[in-house]
């Protein structure tokens, strides 16, 4: 027995932790302006004959004194995060709507535009390749404030933080409302919940818009010239390109309800690939998608 301790003895252990800092640390905000913090709770499961642990990550009302304990919120943290994230990704991913918000908030600037749609193609790229125990170091400077508000999120973020150049010393404020609704069940603290009539992420909706996103930069930067070329690439049929591509100027709350899996039961891949034509204004195609606006 000494000896096979001692065999087995006088090696260093090196053992995974994972960082209690989440992503939307120290700027998310409660309904009456506090400063939520991380915490979490570890739950047992029997399964299998054997007890299984699982820590459940939330973000608490931080209270400002002794006196000041009443109505903590609680939100769930992967829930939070993932709403943030995905209205972020499809904002950021929409040039129309990047356009609009930079030439309400300064002088236009072709060179500005320019950097800030190749830092925000960037940004997605980097938001989607980053592994969810990473320091989340694309949120940095981007995002300013999240506000808990009554049926939604206020993200408070700067477009000026993408650039790189000095023209980044110029803040180019804008807020996201990103809806959500918060349940009470009896004396249970409150917690961020998805919509009642909310449905599962569509796979092969969401693939379509990414699709017409895809082909749409393509055109764009020159990478092909032609769609009979992404066509021949795809092994697509003549004329599936052109219907499937007007799908890139969705309007930003419809993208990202399918992004969550807040589209209506209706709207399917099936639906949006035989559409005759997409109008170009965003309320039409509330209409005729019957995507409601929030």
């Known amino acids: 027995m000494q000896g096979l301790l001692a065999e087995h003895g006088g090696k260093k252990i090196f053992a995974s932790r994972r960082s209690a800092k989440r992503t939307l640390d120290r700027l998310l905000f409660d309904s009456t302006g506090r400063p939520m913090r991380t915490t979490y709770a570890i739950k047992s499961k029997r399964e299998g004959g054997t007890d299984q642990s699982r820590r459940y990550w939330y973000y608490t009302s931080k209270p ?172 697509l049929r003549s004329g599936s390109v052109s219907r499937i591509l007007p799908l890139a100027w969705l309007a930003p709350d419809i993208s990202a309800a399918i992004l969550e899996g807040r589209q209506p039961a209706h709207l399917t891949a099936m639906r949006l690939r035989n559409l005759p034509e997409l109008p170009v204004d965003w309320n039409e195609q509330r209409e005729i998608l019957g995507v409601p606006h929030h």
């Open 64 to 235: 400002s004194s002794k006196e000041d304990k009443d109505g903590i919120e609680r939100l769930p943290a992967e829930e939070v995060e993932r709403l943030v994230l995905n209205s972020l990704k499809s904002h950021l991913g929409d040039k129309a709507w990047l356009a609009r918000q930079i030439g309400s908030a300064v002088d236009p600037n072709p060179s500005v535009l320019a950097e800030i749609l190749r830092a925000a193609d960037a940004w997605c790229d980097q938001a989607a390749a980053t592994n969810d125990d990473a320091e989340p170091q694309h949120l940095n400077g981007l995002v300013d404030r999240i506000d808990v508000k009554k049926g939604q999120l206020g993200v408070k973020i700067n477009l000026g933080a993408l650039l790189s150049s000095e023209a980044a010393q110029q803040p180019i404020p804008t807020t996201l409302e990103v809806p959500f609704q918060k349940r009470q069940s009896g004396r249970a603290k409150p917690i961020v919940i998805a919509p009642p009539d909310a449905t599962q992420p569509d796979k092969d909706l969401i693939n379509l818009v990414a699709d017409a996103r895809r082909w749409s930069a393509e055109l764009l930067d020159g990478r092909s010239s032609t769609i009979r070329q992404i066509e021949d690439r795809e092994g």
